[in-house]
């Protein structure tokens, strides 16, 4: 079993940058695929991008990609996603993810979830 919490939402205006981290309870983090999902209101959820256990491999999703990077620390027990030139489309509740596939890009390839991290850009 493993628990996730993400952490790191707020507000900012368009073009700034937040970092978000989702820690996990537990010793085999490491064994994991994490991912990360986003949801904006009336929408399905959206993938945003994934990294393997070892943190080198890492896959995003278009709307994200040059401006968004996943990484881990192990030894913290914590994935990170770091977010720069936000945009007003970029807002969404922002859900981490544990799982075995890389490159998970499916909900379904996930078992475990977080309760997600509120994320609102304005213009």
């Known amino acids: 079993q493993v628990q996730l919490v993400e952490s790191g939402g707020g507000s900012v205006q368009a073009g700034g940058s937040l970092r978000l981290s989702c820690t996990a309870s537990?010793?085999?983090?490491?064994?994991?695929?994490m991912g990360w999902f986003r949801q904006a209101p009336g929408k399905e959820r959206e993938f945003v991008g994934t990294?393997?256990?070892?943190?080198?491999?890492?896959f995003y999703g278009d709307s994200v990609k040059g401006r968004f990077t996943v990484s881990r620390d192990n030894a913290k027990n914590t994935v990170y996603l770091q977010m720069n030139s936000l945009k007003p489309d970029d807002t969404a509740t922002y859900y981490c993810?544990?799982?075995?596939?890389?490159?998970?890009?499916?909900?379904?390839?996930?078992?475990?979830w977080g309760q997600g991290t509120q994320v609102t850009v304005s213009s």
């Open positions: 990294i393997e256990w070892n943190g080198i491999s890492k």
């Open positions: 993810a544990a799982g075995s596939v890389f490159p998970g890009i499916s909900q379904r390839q996930y078992d475990y």
């Open positions: 537990g010793r085999t983090f490491s064994r994991y695929v």
